[in-house]
């Protein structure tokens, strides 16, 4: 491999998008926290932002043809990693789902979420037809399948969601024939029932409480009615910063973290909330652009997989902090405090730059 | 390194432009959901935050105090905690309950059940489940703030009334108000709320009550209170000043001690009540937190009454005091004229029955006017004369005097008493008037019924020459209603000399209550429940009497006049009730001799007042007297005057 990769080539609008949603998220989680117990859990996640940043141009010089050839090593390694967190990992707020590593709880389905946008690359890579066969449509999922199977019982509802968009959007760029999409639907509403008898009772009850929230006062549908108060409070112009009564007075849930949104929108106002959400639009444009421009299909496969995913991430966590959309515990990707989700959204974007450094390479 | 990969590099643009524009469409759809938030419903959720910020905790103003005549205190307050749970966080609520209860010495499940009555209430509003609360409670709170942070300590303010139920029933008490009284108070008063339930309490409970102020604090989502709003401070009731003096009903308590019955003293110049008891009271100290089911069931069910308020409730037969009403008539009336004499053999017989004199069997009082039939109390020349003014003219008379209507005392459920007439028992029962019946009421037995405030009230009006004054517990009232009867100066000279030889002349029935010094005038009455034949076939001995005295001083234009009456008792009123009412009068004197000797112990007086606080003029509010019940006495013109803003 030459080493022809200047720094010219990096994508310098991505790392200026990802910044700047950095520095939203850095911002709120000080005023959140600052007159708390939990003050200085800013510099915390500068910390992880700056170690997400250098793994992410380690990563990003590392050829991404040489790591999907190892994808079906990683594969094996995600699924005993996640066999090995149901057995060893810690029990933290009530899932199963970390490991300790260097003195930090690491969430094992963060670093699963990233091999599986690989392996599924890999996967969509090696078919050569334009459209995808139902044989092929049942072996990604299958691919798919088992992990989430695994995140699922940690139980992890919320990362095991993320699988399903990185399938559905390699999918369908590789060619994903409509009458497959509609069986697969059918065969999804069929299944609905059965989901929700496997679902375990806190899930039930996020659910319910998101279709009935004035029947549950107290539980989500409290967080959940405490987020749009915050957030409809708020106004257009916002309360400023450290001034929202929601946030400072701890009426928000997870502040921090998941509902930071939440803690944003009532501080900045709708002017803020369209700030943040612009970023997030020029984010996940540039990420489809650096798909378009990909060398091979293989970079399109993986750009596409972190877009999905982070796109995912978006929706399903900006919908519940208005109430749109049940409380599953995904966060905000850059905003959330968290190491674990930080570093791989930034090992994400890492892969993102591999595939653009190496656009004009042969 | 192998090969798959190479040289594929068909992507599909189209699709991949079709992403995209799902990336924008969802964006955009969010956006709109911010918008509808914080753009079109943001004042909603404006007053949402506000109101989860801002928790509203009342400053309880304290009720006014009572001061007798003299300025002494006769009911107090004094400061208590209540224990509040904050409910808010239904969760912390049921996992720290037990922990609660076990703190607070409560029952669990008793809590349960108060947490269930209560769901109606809107949740941020906390509720009382300790009225009381111990040092070791405030400790226990204090202590345990960090790890169950659902307790609060509301500072209240109890009644104190004087021990042993002293005037109990003149002062009322208070309690929680009931469903009907938030219901009738247009928003004034919320559940749990304390209000007047009886006698003044009740009666001045607008003035006594003050205007409770409102701490206004914010509090963080576990309801710890992190930083103050505005105050509005409590603005207290006012104080009330009443006619009463403590001497006199310390006298009139101990004179009833244990004995059922009630006494009333009046000044008939002004209409201010001086004493006022009726036994057996309840201690209202009793009800000032929370009166249990069970002592409240007792109190209802006990065959003495204890709620009945005696004064002003108990419509009782006057006996022999109903003949200074008889005689005020007659020589009214001159039915029979006023030299009319009758023979009393010990007996009469009238429309063929006979009908005792109470010295039946031991004496007779031979020819008697009219002046020795009331020294003596002669029942048979009142039969007499009963007979030859017939009801409706014994009615009309009682009725001019104030028999039969409430007196507009300001207190409530003052009764009326009853005199009966041919209209009335045409009207209740439904036949004609018995004339025989009209002998049995000459000597205030039969169907007359009266209440001791009557009695008091009646007999000093007439002793003032015609002169109704309202009786009133409220010092300085200013509209004190009154009312005045044409009576001729030979009639008031007649029967209060009358009065003044029961207990001054030889053979009056009065004479074991001389007073030396003093005008005392006065008439026994002993009204039978039961006849001596019905109460010995009953094994009750001599049986059951209500003995009444009403006595007064000086004899004309009287400064004082006693009721009293001692209900189920088997002697005659003179002996039972007599000894009390001339105790009071006694008293009366010596008080007032006292002052206008020595003039260090009068001048004493104002600076006690000084010492409670403000001085009683410049804080006693005007008099409000329950229109409603003074419709006889005040003028419709003054009723509006009289009611409370």
């Not at chain 1, 695994?150 to 024939?177: N, R, S, Y």
């Not at chain 1, 519940?320 to 905000?332: D, H, R, S």
Request: glycine share 10%.
């Amino acid at each position: 491999m030459k080493d022809t990769l200047g720094t010219r080539d990096y994508d310098w609008w991505l790392i200026a998008i990802v910044a700047a949603i950095c520095a939203l998220g850095v911002i709120e989680i000080y005023s959140a926290t600052h007159g708390s117990a939990l003050a200085g859990m800013h510099t915390r996640q500068i910390r992880w932002i700056v170690i997400g940043a250098v793994l992410m141009f380690i990563f990003s010089r590392l050829d991404y043809h040489v790591i999907l050839d190892q994808a079906p090593i990683l594969y094996i390694v995600g699924i005993v990693a996640l066999t090995a967190v149901l057995i060893f990992g810690h029990r933290r707020f009530g899932a199963q789902r970390w490991i300790p590593i260097l003195g930090e709880f690491f969430q094992v389905s963060e670093l699963v979420k990233l091999i599986i946008i690989i392996v599924l690359a890999r996967f969509f890579a090696e078919v050569r037809t334009d459209e995808l066969s139902l044989q092929d449509l049942i072996k990604a999922g299958l691919l798919v399948g088992v992990p989430l199977v695994l995140i699922l019982k940690q139980p992890d509802l919320g990362t095991a969601l993320v699988l399903m968009p990185m399938l559905i959007v390699g999918a369908f760029l590789a060619g994903l024939q409509w009458k497959h999409a509609a069986a697969v639907v059918f065969i999804g509403l069929l299944m609905l029932p059965v989901g929700w008898h496997f679902m375990k009772p806190y899930q039930k009850e996020r659910v319910t409480s998101f279709l009935h929230p004035e029947e549950d006062a107290k539980g989500s549908g409290y967080q959940v009615l405490q987020s749009k108060i915050a957030v409809g409070s708020g106004g257009f112009w916002g309360k400023g910063f450290g001034n929202g009564t929601q946030n400072q007075l701890g009426y928000i849930p997870v502040r921090y973290s998941d509902f930071i949104m939440s803690a944003w929108a009532e501080e900045q106002g709708f002017k803020g909330v369209l700030l943040a959400l612009g970023l997030y639009m020029a984010l996940l444009l540039r990420l489809v652009q650096n798909a378009q421009r990909a060398k091979d299909r293989a970079g399109m496969f993986l750009v596409m997989g972190v877009t999905a995913a982070l796109g995912f991430h978006v929706l399903v966590n900006v919908a519940m902090v208005i109430g749109a959309m049940p409380v599953t515990g995904i966060p905000l990707p850059l905003m959330s405090y968290g190491g674990s989700a930080t570093l791989f959204v930034f090992l994400a974007i890492g892969l993102v730059m591999n595939v653009r450094l190496r656009r004009f390479v042969n | 390194m192998s090969y798959w990969f190479r040289n594929d590099n068909r992507l599909p643009q189209v699709r991949l432009a079709a992403a995209s524009y799902v990336i924008v469409g969802i964006i955009t759809l969010l956006l709109l959901g911010f918008w509808k938030l914080q753009v079109i419903d943001s004042d909603k959720y404006g007053v949402m935050a506000e109101r989860n910020r801002v928790r509203s905790i009342p400053i309880i103003a304290p009720r006014g105090r009572m001061l007798d005549r003299d300025g002494r205190v006769l009911v107090d307050n004094y400061p208590s905690f209540s224990v509040l749970l904050l409910r808010d966080d239904e969760a912390a609520v049921s996992k720290n309950l037990p922990a609660i209860a076990d703190g607070l010495g409560l029952s669990l499940d008793d809590l349960k059940e108060q947490l269930v009555n209560t769901q109606a209430l809107p949740k941020f509003q906390p509720i009382v489940i300790k009225p009381e609360a111990t040092p070791a409670d405030v400790a226990f709170i204090e202590s345990h703030r960090a790890d169950i942070p659902l307790l609060e300590m509301l500072m209240v303010h109890r009644r104190r009334y004087l021990p042993g139920g002293f005037m109990a029933h003149a002062s009322g008490y208070v309690g929680e108000v009931s469903e009907e009284q938030i219901e009738s108070s247009n928003g004034k008063f919320r559940p749990g709320d304390f209000a007047g339930k009886t006698g003044l309490e009740r009666q001045y409970n607008d003035l006594l009550v003050g205007t409770d102020g409102m701490r206004r604090v914010i509090v963080n989502s576990v309801g710890k209170e992190v930083g103050r709003l505005e105050q509005q401070e409590a603005i207290p009731g006012k104080q009330i000043q009443l006619t009463i003096d403590k001497d006199l009903q310390e006298v009139a308590e101990a004179g009833l001690g244990d004995k059922k019955g009630a006494i009333v003293a009046l000044n008939p110049q002004t209409g201010e009540v001086l004493a006022f008891a009726s036994h057996p009271a309840p201690d209202p100290n009793d009800f000032a937190i929370r009166v249990s089911k069970e002592e409240w069931q007792r109190l209802n069910e006990d065959p003495a009454h204890p709620l009945l308020n005696r004064v002003t409730q108990a419509q009782l037969a006057p006996g022999s005091v109903f003949k200074i009403i008889m005689a005020t008539a007659m020589l009214e009336s001159k039915v029979p004229p006023e030299n009319f004499t009758a023979f009393c053999p010990g007996f009469g017989v009238f429309y063929g029955q006979m009908h005792k004199c109470w010295v039946y069997g031991k004496s007779a009082h031979g020819s008697v006017n009219l002046h020795s039939a009331i020294v003596r109390s002669c029942d048979v020349f009142f039969y007499n004369v009963g007979m030859r003014m017939g009801i409706d003219r014994i009615a009309k008379y009682a009725k001019m005097l104030g028999l039969g209507a409430r007196s507009g005392i300001d207190l409530p459920s003052e009764e009326p008493g009853l005199v009966p007439s041919e209209e009335w028992v045409q009207r209740v029962y439904h036949h004609k008037w018995y004339p025989g019946s009209t002998i049995s009421v000459s000597i205030g037995q039969g169907s007359v019924m009266v209440t001791p405030l009557q009695v008091a009230y009646v007999i000093g009006g007439i002793a003032s020459g015609g002169d109704f004054k309202q009786p009133h517990l409220l010092k300085d009232a200013p509209n004190v209603g009154e009312k005045h009867v044409e009576l001729a100066e030979d009639t008031v000279e007649q029967v209060t000399q009358g009065m003044y030889g029961v207990i001054n002349e030889a053979g009056g029935t009065g004479q074991a209550v001389k007073l030396q010094g003093i005008e005392f005038c006065g008439k026994s009455g002993t009204a039978q429940l039961m006849s001596y034949g019905a109460a010995s076939r009953l094994g009750l001995g001599k049986g059951k009497n209500d003995g009444w005295f009403v006595g007064f001083a000086p004899r004309r234009n009287p400064e004082i006049v006693v009721a009293a009456v001692v209900e189920d008792t088997s002697e005659h009123g003179g002996t039972t009730s007599g000894p009390v009412v001339r105790d009071i009068v006694k008293a009366y004197y010596d008080k007032k001799n006292k002052k206008t000797q020595g003039q260090v112990t009068a001048g004493n007086q104002p600076q006690q007042l000084q010492k409670n606080g403000a001085s009683p003029a410049a804080e006693a509010p005007k008099a409000i007297l329950k229109p409603e019940e003074t419709a006889e006495v005040v003028p419709p013109s003054e009723k509006k005057k009289a009611r409370p803003e």
